[in-house]
């Protein structure tokens, strides 16, 4: 059997999952993937980061100035 040329490597499909994942983060500034593979090429689990606890957001919204307050809360 030859390899066929449209087919990704292995390589570049797990970057391809890294960057899908980091398009789920909430902070505008570092979007962030990750994909954690074995040796057998199987994904181990996949992430991305989000917008830091107890921090003030603002941003506009067309004329609107919107402010937010993150505060972090314990889970149960």
Excluded: C
């Excluded at 087919?7 to 983060?25: C, K, T």
């Excluded at 593979?37 to 989000?50: A, F, K, L, P, T």
């Excluded at 609107?64 to 972090?72: A, G, P, Q």
């Amino acid at each position: 059997m030859t390899k066929q040329d449209n087919i990704l490597s292995w390589d570049e499909y797990f970057m391809g999952l890294a960057h899908l994942s980091a398009l789920r983060s909430k902070d505008p500034n570092t979007k962030v993937g990750a994909a954690i593979v074995d040796d057998n090429h199987r994904v181990v689990s996949v992430g991305y980061n989000g917008f830091q606890r107890d921090v003030l957001m603002k941003f506009s919204l067309g004329d609107v100035m919107v402010i937010l307050w993150i505060l972090s809360m314990p889970l149960l």
